[in-house]
């Protein structure tokens, strides 16, 4: 069997330094990010700064400020702290409003963990025979509910964090990503860039750092029933994931009732550009950014994370990892993300350090260097962690039996998963950059109005999804074929283990988006603007390939975590052909239709009372259209507060409450096939949904750049295919925010938590069918 060459201790040391060294990293980004200032007066120093700025105008530094001779330096970087100042309030008062909504349903459903695990055993105190090992004895029913109740709410709370400090720190960064374009598109980037890594290596570091110490601190009740500490641990996915689905779907709504009223009202008819300050939805639209493409996607992805770690860590505490107790090869999963941290480090510096960019055309290419050179590091960092931490060959548990597995094997795993994201990421990136033809196609179908435009839309979505479905199936086989549920597992956690990269580039699109809004607000100059577009269209596609990350990933954990939940429920096989599992594969796979209904609807009836508003203020305040008053921005910002927070409710319920109905009325067998249906149709329909929705976006976007004599001859704005662009970017928006990347957390969560509940759903479940 060979043991591990990286000793217990070793283990114990590697995993909390790297999580250290990330979040390190992070605040030192964070600094140099900080050192962009935003006041133009220092309380010392208020008179030579103000004078520095009109005589040789080096306020900022040795170098020229370029082209803002004409305005007063100073009333603009006042323009933009108050606009940022705006945004910031915007955001942290609905994730707070958000947070008191959540915080109560994350109290009821820790209640009800533990008193459905409880009852698993009764609430008895006495210890039992284990599940797996029926020679063994295992700690009471009682104490795993009790644990997994308290990983379920620090999960949460981890989760409810990453979102809340990656908010923060897009607020924080979007002005003065706007101040340092005047100085050239290269000094935007490096801003952007770096406040984007400030959130992926907090997200990632903190995500590990707490499950190791979870792991530890249960260890010492545990003891050497790892069984039963790994099952309590599952819990911490759940809380993760159910936190990120409150967050994606009430921050997508927000988002998009805000933009779709901004766009329709303020582009469409009064034909004023985006981001004028004088459309009354411009700062909810900007907040919207902030907190469903940050805080939405940083819990989104928290999750995943999250769960493909318990998912691996579940099926080796019962492999031979977890018989033999090698506490090394048991924290594998573990091990690869801190590999995976110190890899993004090096990564970043690429962006950040190595390399200037000097040119608009170098910004798409520098972000998906960044990928590149992660996966082909990490590949490497991947290698040599398999050859230290595992033994030179292993069990791993197949469904009731033991399969062995070399450790060259489980490596070809972790690459397969690791690969399967580039792949995925890049034909995304094909699908919705407008550098490839066919965005460009569908900005050509515009000529003749939005009919087309939609038409050719949908198809490109539809036909989008046919690679990364093949690249999903392929690693799913060799991971499945090398070191069976647990080989998908590491996949999964191979496909994230650049998190910090994936985030960084992610964060980056959101934060240039609101630096090129503060640019138009705080009325810079037209070449200002030229660059921060530049930014923001790249922020786009990278934004499109962040959620192809997302859904890929969510696809191998929910397969995981189901191949978990199989083997935890007792069911030795799920055959399609037996009813019970039929009729839960058909519902299954209605599940992400009935969802995506749910939050489409809420999208276009927020948008509708956005719309009504922002037709009012522009009907009734004097001398809005002129410029002459101010509009009033916080009703627009209440409406998207009020309608996002009432409808995420009925979604969140939706799939929170699947698992629990079809387990305890139906029994495992059909909530097998429930959990297959909804992740073999909610992977389909979120590809094509985000990348739908990312191609409009993009369509739009080229025809507004005109920079090919081919978009030159369907623009300008305003043009009638500019118009029909438009009108496809609204229709695209809900798409490619709302449904497509809460689907992802629909077919984790459901998974997860079927796992969670196992143990009840195995002794009381199918109440239904024990009637009959």
Known sequence: MGGAILSELATEIVIPVCAVVGIVFSLVQWFLVSKVKLTPHATSSSSGNSNNNNNGKNGYGDYLIEEEEGINDHSVVVKCADIQSAISEGATSFLFTEYQYVGIFMVAFAVLIFLFLGSVESFSTKSQACTYDKTKICKPALATALFSTVSFLLGALTSVLSGYLGMKIATYANARTTLEARKGVGKAFITAFRSGAVMGFLLAANGLLVLYIAINVFKIYYGDDWEGLFEAITGYGLGGSSMALFGRVGGGIYTKAADVGADLVGKVERNIPEDDPRNPAVIADNVGDNVGDI???????????AESSCAALVVASISSFGIDHDFTAMLYPLLVSSVGIL?????????????????VKEIEPALKKQLIISTALMTVGIAIISWLALPSSFTIFNF?????????????????????????G???????????SPVQDVADSCRTGAATNVIFGLALGYKSVIIPIFAIAISIFVSFSFAAMYGIAVAALGMLSTIATGLAIDAYGPISDNAGGIAEMAGMSHRIRERTDALDAAGNTTAAIGKGFAIGSAALVSLALFGAFVSRAGISTVDVLTPKVFIGLLV?????YWFSAMTMKSVGSAALKMVEEVRRQFNTIPGLMEGHAKPDYATCVKISTDASIKEMIPPGALVM??????????GVETLSGVLAGALVSGVQIAISASNTGGAWDNAKKYIEAGASEHARTLGPKGSDPHKAAVIGDTIGDPLKDTSGPSLNILIKLMAVESLVFAPFFATHGGLLFKLF
């Not at 480090?345 to 690429?350: K, Q, S, V, Y």
């Not at 009731?400 to 995925?424: N, R, T």
């Open 426 to 436: 890049f034909v995304t990136e094909y699908y919705t950059s407008n550098a490839y």
């Open 400 to 424: 009731g039996a033991q399969k062995e597995v070399k450790s060259w094997q489980l490596f070809l795993c972790v690459a397969v998963g690791l690969w399967a994201g580039l792949i995925i």
């Open 657 to 666: 409450l699947t698992p629990l109905i079809v387990g305890t009325f139906f």
């Open 343 to 359: 890899i993004c480090l090096i990564t970043t510096l690429f962006a950040t350090d190595f390399f200037e960019i000097k040119a």
């Open 295 to 305: 805080a939405g996607m940083g819990s989104d992805l928290f999750g995943s994370y």
């Open 588 to 592: 299954g796979a209605m599940l992400p």
